[in-house]
Nanobody, 122 residues
Framework: QVQLVESGGGLVQAGGSLRLSCAASGSIFRLRSMGWYRQAPGNQRELVAGITSDFTTNYADSVKGRFTISRDNAKNSVSLQMSSLKPEDTAVYYC????????????????WGQGTQVTVSS
């Protein structure tokens, strides 16, 4: 069992920055791929950024060059630095710990945090 707790969401003006953090329990954190997802009202949950156990990263096209995912295995944490925020980035952001064999695009498998709201005002 893995527990994930997100923090760092809030209200920010367009063009601003926020840093989301996710604290994970479990001794095998370093072996798991971790992802940040988001879900806006009326939309499906989508992958924003992911990082594998060997620190390979991937990003949604809409956030490339603006968001940076990182992980600290010593602290069992993963972060998402968001810059140049746009109103369309407004969503609930979720941290996910993927199970072995899980895919980024399939929400089944692994564990999810409770989510943190990010609101970007224009």
């Amino acid at each position: 069992q893995v527990q994930l707790v997100e923090s760092g969401g809030g209200l920010v003006q367009a063009g601003g920055s926020l840093r989301l953090s996710c604290a994970a329990s479990g001794s095998i954190f370093r072996l798991r791929s971790m992802g940040w997802y988001r879900q806006a009202p009326g939309n499906q949950r989508e992958l924003v950024a992911g990082i594998t156990s060997d620190f390979t990263t991937n990003y949604a096209d809409s956030v490339k060059g603006r968001f940076t995912i990182s992980r600290d295995n010593a602290k069992n944490s993963v972060s998402l630095q968001m810059s140049s925020l746009k109103p369309e980035d407004t969503a609930v952001y979720y941290c996910r710990s993927l199970s072995y064999g899980s895919s980024w695009s399939d929400p089944a498998g692994g564990f999810w945090g409770q989510g943190t709201q990010v609101t970007v005002s224009s």
